[in-house]
């Protein structure tokens, strides 16, 4: 996904399945900054920590508020393909759908079978014991 800066296109280091997120906080934004009268610079996106990271020259309440709605939506949405998804862990936090975490689990490196990566991954999705549903 490419956005706007300065006048400038940057592209935007997370999943597919964000970008709808994204898109709709952009426009959310882009009608605040009409309503005050302002022209609002994205300064940053990314992924931190398995969440949609936004980062606007402008965080005042009223920008934080549609920004922190979009970082918690981010956080039930698969990175990759956009359906509904939950935090994974295998050192590095991931946001994904029961289909892509069991494809990045089967995938995993062999330096990866260690007991941390089997409990949060295999009991999950292999078992499907923690969850007893789809995500």
């Known amino acids: 996904?490419?956005?706007?800066?300065?006048?400038?296109?940057?592209?935007v280091p997370v999943g597919e399945g964000w970008y709808p997120i994204i898109a709709?906080?952009?426009?959310?934004?882009?009608?605040i900054d009409e309503r005050l009268g302002k022209k609002s610079q994205v300064l940053q996106i990314k992924e931190?920590?398995?969440a949609l990271r936004?980062?606007?020259d402008d965080m005042s309440e009223e920008y934080r508020e549609v920004v922190s709605r979009a970082e918690n939506k981010s956080l039930?949405?698969?990175?990759?393909?956009?359906?509904?998804?939950?935090?994974?862990?295998d050192g590095w936090?991931?946001?994904?759908?029961?289909?892509?975490?069991?494809?990045?689990?089967?995938?995993?490196?062999?330096w990866k079978?260690?007991?941390?990566?089997?409990?949060?991954?295999?009991?999950?999705i292999v078992n499907n014991s923690e969850?007893?549903?789809e995500n």
Not at 2 to 11: N, Q, T, V
Not at 24 to 31: A, K
């Open 48 to 50: 931190k920590f398995g």
């Open 1 to 11: 996904m490419d956005i706007l800066r300065e006048g400038r296109e940057f592209k």
């Open 76 to 89: 039930e949405t698969c990175e990759d393909c956009g359906a509904p998804g939950k935090m994974y862990s």
């Open 113 to 124: 079978q260690d007991l941390a990566w089997e409990r949060c991954w295999r009991h999950d």
């Open 24 to 31: 709709d906080l952009v426009r959310e934004i882009r009608e």
């Open 54 to 56: 936004f980062y606007l």
């Open 93 to 110: 936090m991931l946001t994904l759908c029961r289909e892509h975490a069991l494809e990045r689990w089967q995938n995993r490196f062999p």
């Open 131 to 133: 969850t007893g549903g």
